[in-house]
């Protein structure tokens, strides 16, 4: 029986002032002292003079930062005995500002230059696509690279201000500090740009997303189209984007568009024998589980990371896993997302979603990149965003038809039949009037999302946007520090780096 706690979107606190301030987002260059230096090319960026070219470097525009490490600072995750620990690791865990350094992987400031950096590859296409001569034929495929590029610009800002800036939602209006809205290339030295308002960096994701909807045609990517923003991962990102901005008819909207009559074309089943067969491998799930030929997976982006290494950082308490995954309102039934997991450390689990991946820096190095295919989006995530509007437009039925779906797909061994009555009992809740059909069913959705997208860093965004409070223990098992509802230090601290050389004024701690 799992207890009901009260959950509204009130967000955090408006603590963060809204004074405008100046960054600078370019890393310090190292010049040579060359009495010719000023004659010459003084980068190597490509001569961006046709469609091939354009199309080239926007393979450069998906951030190759991941956000999964933010579930080190989440309520999924445990202080891991046994596994490498770096310092920034164990300032997070106790959300103290990780003062890192940009090219350390799995860190804001790691994200925060990694994601700004394939921005500005996007906008030096959109600086030239549209003075490129083109015949009638082409002018279709330069519409769909002019697409991807707002797209790309638009995603990587949107992910930057969910994490750098407050959250946008009843509770606040946006007037609070967020990040730099870049949309041009960077041609000069140290340039300064302005922080924009969380409100003002939403306005422009939205211009973009959705004059990149329209220009957008997936003809153009037919041999790679889940490594581009084809038309419906740009569908999912506007389900995920007007879901965060509290717009629940338009995230409903494009919820429709992706989904149809046919959700369940979008939801892998995990009771298959094709998945259930897999278990057997952990490297064939992951395999499976990441793979393009699903329908459900929509974008896949290659990340630069450790989260999937079973030696590295924190992972999931052993006990709190099996308690999380046997956790549900149907009796006798299986959720088979609980298995496979990995072994992490000497107390904790892993679940098996990525494929641990290494590319050499040469053929007979032993040295390189550890990296993961990530989802960006998956077609289970506006299933559930749908759900969450459904419950928002009180539209109640429509919300458990689509968790049925879901529940057909996950469970298996026992009548896996959702309604509010077994919700209602579930919760303990049969006889609270106070515990409205709303409530229960946010509750239920939100116990879906941390069970869907554990150790993909999907949780930490849930925790802001409910503003749910969070303890992490020590290794001997007791309370080292506690993240507050309304707590501050969910907007994650800008750079160090970028605070120093530019000037940028800190979020308030």
């Keep these: 029986m799992k207890k009901l706690i009260h959950i509204f979107p009130v967000g955090v606190n408006s603590l963060l002032r809204a004074k405008r301030s100046h960054i600078v987002l370019a890393v310090l260059l190292v010049f040579s002292a060359c009495d010719t230096f000023l004659e010459e090319v003084p980068d190597n960026r490509v001569s961006l003079d046709d469609l091939d070219k354009a199309a080239q470097l926007l393979t450069n525009a998906y951030s190759n930062a991941s956000y999964a490490f933010t579930d080190w600072m989440s309520d999924d995750f445990t202080y891991t005995v046994g596994t490498t620990l770096r310092t920034e690791h164990q300032q997070m865990y106790v959300w103290d500002d990780p003062f890192s350094n940009p090219d350390d992987q799995d860190t804001p400031a790691f994200f925060w230059y990694q994601t700004y950096t394939a921005i500005s590859h996007a906008n030096e296409v959109l600086q030239i696509i549209d003075e490129l001569e083109v015949d009638q034929e082409d002018r279709e495929r330069r519409d769909a690279i002019k697409a991807e590029a707002l797209l790309t610009r638009a995603y990587g800002h949107f992910m930057l201000v969910n994490l750098f800036g407050e959250e946008f939602n009843f509770g606040n209006n946006g007037s609070g500090p967020g990040v730099p809205y870049i949309f041009e290339p960077e041609t000069e030295f140290l340039v300064e740009y302005e922080r924009a308002s969380v409100r003002s960096v939403l306005d422009d994701v939205e211009d973009d997303l959705r004059d990149g909807l329209e220009l957008l045609n997936d003809s153009y990517y037919s041999n790679s189209g889940k490594y581009h923003f084809n038309r419906n991962a740009a569908l999912a990102f506007a389900s995920r984007f007007y879901l965060y901005k509290a717009d629940f008819i338009r995230c409903k909207q494009y919820s429709d568009e992706l989904l149809g009559s046919n959700p369940e074309a979008f939801v892998r089943d995990m009771t298959s024998e094709e998945f259930r067969a897999s278990k057997a491998s952990t490297s064939g799930y992951p395999q499976l589980y990441s793979s393009p030929d699903l329908p459900s997976n929509l974008l896949l982006i290659r990340k630069i990371s450790l989260v999937q290494r079973t030696d590295f950082a924190y992972g999931v308490d052993e ?141 930490w965004f849930d925790i802001k946007r409910y503003s749910l409070a969070v303890d992490h223990r020590g290794p001997d098992g007791s309370v080292i520090a506690r993240l507050e509802r309304d707590d501050n230090r969910k907007v994650l601290q800008i750079p160090k780096s970028a605070i120093e050389v530019g000037g940028l004024e800190p979020n308030e701690r």
Excluded: C
């Design 319 to 459: 006990n709190n896993y099996g308690s999380l995954f046997a956790t549900h309102p149907f009796d006798d039934a299986t959720d088979e997302r609980e298995n496979p997991a990995w072994v992490k450390g000497l107390n904790a689990l892993f679940p098996v979603r990525y494929e641990s991946l290494f590319e050499r820096s040469s053929i007979n190095s032993n040295v390189g990149t550890p990296y993961h295919i990530a989802l960006a989006f998956r077609g289970e995530e506006v299933l559930l965003n749908r759900v969450e509007a459904s419950i928002y437009n009180n539209q109640f039925d429509d919300a458990i038809a689509d968790l049925q779906v879901l529940s057909d797909r996950r469970y298996t061994g026992g009548d896996v039949t959702l309604t509010m009555s077994r919700l209602r009992t579930f919760f303990n809740a049969d006889d609270d009037a106070s515990f409205t059909d709303d409530l229960i069913l946010l509750n239920y959705l939100l116990l879906e999302r941390r069970k869907e997208f554990i150790g993909q860093g999907m949780r």
